[in-house]
Each structure stands twice: as structure tokens, then as C-alpha cells.
């Protein structure tokens, strides 16, 4: 029920295109929906995050899509670029549960030029 | 702001040697920082949670008394591998979070460890 599985393993997108990875949940008492970005060698770096009393966020090329009835939450890049190839999790966090985040298993993307 | 630096960011050391990895907020006091371990091509592990001035609290199967660590002040945290063996080569992480209220962990740079 801690679980986040994440979707796909592996992406590959040509430059322009729509990048789009999935989460999803079970436990409902997730209340916080991170989305990182991680560089080989490097730690991740936050790019956007949802509550779930809405159901869609944008900030810049990034969008997460939230749908509180299915679990599921996903991660949609806009006008993909080479300098977005990297690895991507998802995760979830409560309050309850001391801040801790859950994270998916990670999607390795790739934009080819 | 909220930066979080590790150091060392690489260290070798030799089988059964102890090793120590600290983690510093830069700009911001953090009440709570965790510590993570990543193998190649996979996902953040959590170790344990460190509250300052308390104890840790370790996830089910990491050994306490192997993965040590120390939070004594707002701003640093450390990781103390103890009688390190080659399975406990790994990418280590450590991130924090400002306020005890807050969601958004802030991730340092990670240090790789390899054990010889």
C-alpha cells in the first residue's frame, strides 16, 4: 500500500515532442505529489509538485495531471528538448507520515535531436 | 536558496575502514534530513529519517548499528558507514527539509562511495 509504481521504465522522444510518465498510488493519506529530475552522478532536483485538491499544474514546459479518483498522477513535458534526457520519479509524501517520500522506480528519458 | 552540499562528493576506501559523510544545509535550518541510498539505474532508497537532537529512525532492514548517524545541529547531518564491506558501495544522498512543516525535501549532490 506504500508502493508508487511508476511508468515507463524507458522513453524515448524526438525533440519537440510530448514526454509523458505515469504514477500511481494506493494509499489514499498521500496528500503530496513531487515530481524530480536527476542527472547521472547528481542528486535529483525538484521540478514540480501537486496537491491533490487540484487537479492540474503547470510551470513552464512541465504539467502534472492529477486524478484523485483513479490514483494516478503523471508528469507531461512540453516541446521536449535533448537537455531533457534524464531520469524522472515520482513521489508521494504525507504529513502523517513524517514528510517521508515514497518514490516511484524512476523513467529513464531520452530526446533524440 | 536551500542548498544542500555533501561532502565528500567521491571517497575509496579499503574493506573494513569506517567512513563518514556529512551533509550541510547552506542557507536554511533543517529539522529533519534523510538519508538515501541509490544503486546504478535505480530508484532512492530511503535509510532513515534524522530528527535534530534525536535519535534516527531507520527503515525496516537498514542496520543501525552499520549506517550511523549523527544530526547535532540545524545544519549538518552525518553518515557514518561503519566496518564498510564492497556490498556497501553505493551512491549515497541526503536531503532536508526546511521547517517541520514542510513537504518539499531539498536534495544534495550525493557522494559515491566505493569500497575496495
Keep these: 500500500q506504500q508502493q ?8 524515448i522522444v524526438q525533440k519537440g515532442g510530448i514526454s509523458i510518465i505515469n504514477c500511481a498510488y494506493e494509499n489514499t493519506a498521500f496528500d503530496y505529489f513531487p515530481w524530480y529530475q536527476q542527472f547521472p552522478g547528481k542528486g535529483p532536483a525538484l521540478l514540480i509538485a501537486i496537491r491533490p485538491d487540484v487537479s492540474e499544474k503547470k510551470e513552464g ?4 495531471s492529477f486524478n484523485k479518483s483513479a490514483k494516478q498522477f503523471s508528469l507531461h513535458i512540453m516541446d521536449s528538448q535533448p537537455g531533457d534526457s534524464a531520469t524522472y520519479f515520482c513521489a508521494a509524501s504525507m504529513a502523517s507520515g513524517t514528510y517521508k517520500y515514497i518514490f516511484g522506480t524512476g523513467t529513464r528519458l531520452k530526446v533524440l535531436a | 536558496g536551500a542548498v544542500v552540499s555533501q561532502h565528500p562528493s567521491r571517497v575509496i576506501c579499503k574493506s573494513g575502514t569506517s567512513v563518514k559523510i556529512e551533509c550541510r544545509s547552506l542557507d536554511f535550518q533543517a529539522t529533519t534530513m534523510f538519508w538515501y541510498r541509490q544503486f546504478p539505474k535505480q530508484s532512492l532508497m530511503l535509510m532513515a529519517t534524522s530528527n535534530e537532537g534525536s535519535k534516527a529512525t531507520y527503515e525496516q532492514g537498514v542496520e543501525k548499528d552499520k549506517f550511523l548517524i549523527n ?3 540545524l545544519t549538518l547531518s552525518t553518515l557514518t558507514v561503519t566496518s564498510a564491506h564492497p556490498e556497501d558501495s ?7 527539509i526546511s521547517g517541520g512543516r514542510s513537504y518539499e525535501q ?6 559515491r562511495l566505493t569500497v575496495t
Design chain 2, 106 to 111: 531539498y536534495f544534495g549532490p550525493g557522494t
Design chain 2, 90 to 96: 553505493s551512491f549515497y544522498i541526503c536531503s532536508a
Design chain 2, 71 to 73: 544530526h547535532a545541529s
Design chain 1, 61 to 64: 514546459r512541465f504539467t502534472i
Design chain 1, 4 to 11: 508508487v509504481k511508476q511508468s515507463p521504465q524507458s522513453l
